[in-house]
T-cell receptor, first 116, second 115 residues
Framework: DAGVIQSPRHEVTEMGQEVTLRCKPISGHNSLFWYRQTMMRGLELLIYFNNNVPIDDSGMPEDRFSAKMPNASFSTLKIQPSEPRDSAVYFC??????????????FGPGTRLTVL | AQTVTQSQPEMSVQEAETVTLSCTYDTSESDYYLFWYKQPPSRQMILVIRQEAYKQQNATENRFSVNFQKAAKSFSLKISDSQLGDAAMYFCAYHGSGNTGKLIFGQGTTLQVKP
């Protein structure tokens, strides 16, 4: 299996621009998670989906952030407009199911976002 | 709300020696799961080991083992026979038994392995 795929791996943009991060979960996994990692705040869960439906978006920092999962094999995280404080590594993870806590989440390689 | 604390920002160990990374957590739940993830310089998050709270026996995976103290809410990771490839940031994570899907991570411990 190819694992969780994220694109781009690196993104440099200017403040005010729209940024779209993409994720392809592992085939057959029906739960998908978006995390953000910064030095100050560590790893934070932003939002997660089960069967393409957003379950909890309480971690999404502001209305500038939005996430979609139009089908089982694709998700996007969009920031519009971007700000320098959004600079971070964004991870996507998938899991076979969200039922029960012992199920491993498989992480993608992350997207390093830099907003100038 | 649940919290996870890793009080050691950095640790170092000599190659072939043993090192223990600490993790404490706070929860009111009785059933939950704990994980250790490894993040090498490549950034890839890799599951090292998991522990179910209802199991008294400490989990072991090859050179990696945990010391799970439920009453003390402590979950330390022991790495035996440390190897250069073990150098990474290690994250302790908590997952409740409810259908929340949330992993709560500690701040991480950077492990340096000296040759």
């Amino acid at each position: 299996d190819a694992g969780v795929i994220q694109s781009p791996r690196h993104e440099v943009t200017e403040m005010g621009q729209e940024v779209t991060l993409r994720c392809k979960p592992i085939s057959g996994h029906n739960s998908l998670f978006w995390y953000r990692q910064t030095m100050m705040r560590g790893l934070e869960l932003l939002i997660y989906f089960n069967n393409n439906v957003p379950i909890d978006d309480s971690g999404m920092p502001e209305d500038r952030f939005s996430a979609k999962m139009p089908n089982a094999s694709f998700s996007t995280l969009k920031i519009q407009p971007s700000e320098p404080r959004d600079s971070a590594v964004y991870f996507c993870a998938s899991s076979p199911t969200w039922l029960g806590g012992g199920i491993e989440q498989f992480f993608g390689p992350g997207t390093r976002l830099t907003v100038l | 709300a649940q919290t996870v604390t890793q009080s050691q920002p950095e640790m170092s160990v000599q190659e072939a020696e043993t090192v223990t990374l600490s993790c404490t957590y706070d929860t009111s739940e009785s059933d939950y799961y704990l994980f250790w993830y490894k993040q090498p310089p490549s950034r890839q998050m890799i599951l090292v080991i998991r522990q179910e709270a209802y199991k008294q026996q400490n989990a072991t995976e090859n050179r990696f083992s945990v010391n799970f103290q439920k009453a003390a809410k402590s979950f330390s990771l022991k790495i035996s026979d440390s190897q250069l490839g073990d150098a990474a940031m290690y994250f302790c994570a908590y997952h409740g038994s409810g259908n929340t899907g949330k992993l709560i991570f500690g701040q991480g411990t950077t492990l340096q392995v000296k040759p």
